[in-house]
């Protein structure tokens, strides 16, 4: 056995083979998410961006011949959710700002949070990631836990 070979393992396909998730905004990596992919990712990102790049996958989608709705949609950002619009504010800091349509997050209240995902739920996502900027508290995630999952799942 030369060098190269050394050391190496031969690991059998894992069966059922676990699902991919690409993270993808401009249209060449949207074309590809929607050939290869079971799950799109973006994040950070805003409504209206994210219905313009919703509108480029499914249209890949599309042409390839794949039913858009078979292509899982994920959403992963920051969070700062609290009892108050203000506490929440001031947990974000400058961090999502609301200025920038391409730099976004979730900042309110539980019932604000729940009005700003339902959003990207109507637009297809079906999946959450969020960072919880009070980390590593626990307030925010149990808000989360407690007000905006009951809510967003009913």
């Known amino acids: 056995m030369g060098p190269a070979r050394a050391g190496r393992r031969v690991y059998r396909k894992p069966e059922p083979l676990p699902p991919v998730m690409v993270g993808a905004f401009k249209p060449k990596m949207l074309r590809l998410a929607a050939r290869f992919a079971d799950m799109w990712n973006v994040s ?8 313009r790049m919703s509108a480029i996958i499914d249209q890949a989608c599309r042409e390839l011949g794949r039913d858009p709705s078979t292509l899982g949609r994920s959403w992963g950002g920051g969070c700062a959710c609290a009892p108050s619009q203000a506490e929440a504010e001031a947990l974000a800091g400058d961090r999502f700002s609301g200025k920038d349509p391409e730099d976004f ?10 009005d700003q995902m339902r959003r990207f739920i109507d637009l297809g996502v079906d999946t959450f990631m969020l960072d919880c900027v009070d980390f590593p508290k626990m307030d925010m995630l149990e808000l989360l836990i407690d007000k905006v999952l009951p809510a967003v799942n009913s």
């Open 105 to 114: 997050g979730f900042v309110g209240t539980p019932t604000q949070v729940v």
């Open 44 to 51: 950070s990102t805003g409504v209206e961006p994210y219905r």
